[in-house]
């Protein structure tokens, strides 16, 4: 017999970067395995060297790293970290990025500007990756730029499970805070089965670059409004969009979204806001700095686990969610 067949099985190696590790062992408790032991370090000038500390031969790899500030050092280490990866022969990596840098840079709004989403999934490709799992992009066609599969998990189900349990859905209704966010609102009402107000927005002619919410369109007076994002940064749009409802009328309004960016002055908005409850999910890094009472963060790692586990196993991803995608 010419040849020789090889008699090992597939190994699932799971890797972290340093960018937000209390995830990444999340992740692992979930999947029952431990995280490969890396090295990782800055030299002075500031480039990142990594360095795994077993032998990746053959493994089915998983890199986890979340692109929270500093965004280009925890991307860059994670590029770094694939083509360690692919030149230590790995079979497989998937790169797992809770939180998709550069997404909201998916198309030119004018002359001369970067699509910088398609540069970080050109990126992945040319540094070895096979595959992305990632969680609520800031708009879904961002998969078209990958050559290779990509997982676009949902937290939907996970943000309305908490939503269900702690509100009456009959008196809830679903608030989409601008025109880009009406689809994802329209599964939140599929899902609790309430109905749908929409957010009109118009910049202001008087002044430069100043959004200004203008319309409220759908029934909210007296009634609990649920406005949902992919992601608050330094929360101005869903400030603004709450006193827009209660303007109208609305008795209350919850906020929840998939990514807590928080930058800037978001957490002194969203305290000071008449916002009764925000709710995220953990894809970035909140430290103790930033919570605050109203704040609520739900774990992700048992969904990014269930994928990892699907795609390991050659399983079906889409039936985490039912079927539906």
């Not at 009402?189 to 430069?208: M, Q, S």
Request: proline content about 4%; hydrophobic content about 45%.
């Amino acid at each position: 017999m010419s040849g020789i067949k090889a008699s090992g099985e597939k190994k699932l190696m799971l890797f972290s970067g340093r960018a937000h590790p209390e995830l990444a062992k999340e992740v692992a408790d979930n999947l029952h395995v431990e995280l490969t032991p890396t090295a990782a370090y800055d030299f002075a000038n500031g480039e990142t060297f990594v360095r795994f500390l077993e032998s990746v031969r053959g493994s089915d790899a998983f890199v986890i790293q979340s692109h929270t500030s500093p965004i280009n050092q925890w991307i860059m280490e994670q590029l770094i970290m694939v083509d360690a990866l692919k030149r230590a022969s790995a079979a497989r990596i998937t790169v797992v990025a809770p939180f998709f840098g550069y997404a909201r840079q998916d198309k030119k709004h004018r002359g001369r500007e970067p699509i910088s989403a398609r540069l970080i999934a050109d990126l992945f490709k040319t540094a070895g990756a096979h595959r992305l799992i990632t969680v609520d992009l800031h708009t879904a066609q961002i998969q078209g730029f990958f050559d290779c599969p990509v997982d676009h998990l949902f937290a939907l189900e996970l943000l309305a499970s908490h939503v269900e349990s702690k509100l009456d859905t009959s008196q809830v209704t679903v608030v989409a805070p601008d025109a880009g966010r009406v689809r994802v609102a329209e599964r939140w009402t599929d899902r609790l089965g309430c109905p749908l107000a929409i957010i009109h927005k118009r910049r202001d002619p008087e002044v430069a670059n100043e959004v200004k919410v203008f319309e409220v369109v759908g029934e909210v007076e007296g009634r609990t409004c649920v406005i949902v994002d992919d992601m608050i940064d330094t929360g101005g749009t869903i400030v603004k969009a709450a006193d827009a409802l209660f303007e109208k009328g609305a008795a209350r309004v919850v906020a929840t979204a998939t990514h807590g960016v928080l930058s800037g002055p978001a957490v002194d908005r969203l305290k000071n806001s008449r916002i009764s409850e925000v709710i995220l999910t953990n894809t970035l890094p909140i430290p103790e700095e930033k919570r605050f009472d109203k704040l609520t963060v739900l774990s992700i790692a048992p969904l990014i686990a269930q994928a990892i586990h699907e795609v390991f196993s050659d399983g079906s991803v889409t039936s985490l969610f039912g079927g539906h995608s």
